[in-house]
């Protein structure tokens, strides 16, 4: 499906009213519902928009308005987009999109965005399902097969503040979302 879980769009809209990153990269962005809360919390609903917003979205059938809220998509898989990119980013956004990889190119995806993307004093978030949800070729689209389970033990030793670890939260999502930020100089 092209939406993600709304638990944690609170965590995400505070991180970006709070920490206002001038630059933002959303991976994945299905029907682009972040690029609705980077351009509220963020640029406060004002144009010219402050804040550069790329979205990666490997189908491009999802296009709709709220694409617009970006500065540029890329109709690309991630790892596409990934071997092309040479900028950084102040906030990288992969939420509920890493479930639909295999665990080792995941894994890889993480480890690209961890040394190479996210700028330095920058955060990444990864949000997945913390248990398996089964999940086929949605509308014929084999992006949206679900191939592994991300458990909160698998970011914090990585390196990852664990904000929401699986078990139900206050809406009875079973969720995990884990930060990590660049602390190089």
């Known amino acids: 499906m092209p939406i993600g879980c709304y638990s944690l769009v609170p965590y995400v809209a505070h991180h970006v009213a709070i920490h206002r990153p001038e630059r933002v990269l959303d991976l ?33 059938g999802y296009r709709n308005p ?25 906030l990288v956004l992969l939420t509920d999109v890493i479930e639909h990889f295999e665990r080792h190119e995941g ?3 993480v480890e690209q965005l961890k040394q190479e993307i996210v700028a330095p004093g920058g955060s990444l978030f990864v949000g997945t399902p913390g248990i398996f949800c089964e999940q086929g070729a949605v509308g014929g689209n084999e992006w949206e097969r679900h191939r592994s389970l991300w ?21 009875g999502n079973q969720m995990v979302l884990a930060e990590w930020k660049n602390v190089r100089p």
């Open 66 to 90: 709220m694409w617009d809220l970006y500065n540029a998509v890329a109709a690309c898989s991630i790892q596409e987009f990934l071997s092309e990119q040479s900028g950084q980013f102040d």
């Open 28 to 60: 994945g962005i299905g029907l682009g519902s972040y690029g609705s809360v980077v351009r509220q919390w963020g640029d406060l609903g004002e144009r010219p928009w402050r804040t550069y917003l790329i979205g990666v979205e490997a189908w491009a």
């Open 107 to 109: 894994q890889a995806i």
């Open 151 to 171: 458990l909160a033990s698998d970011f914090a030793g990585q390196g990852f503040r664990v904000i929401l670890d699986g078990n139900p939260d206050a809406f």
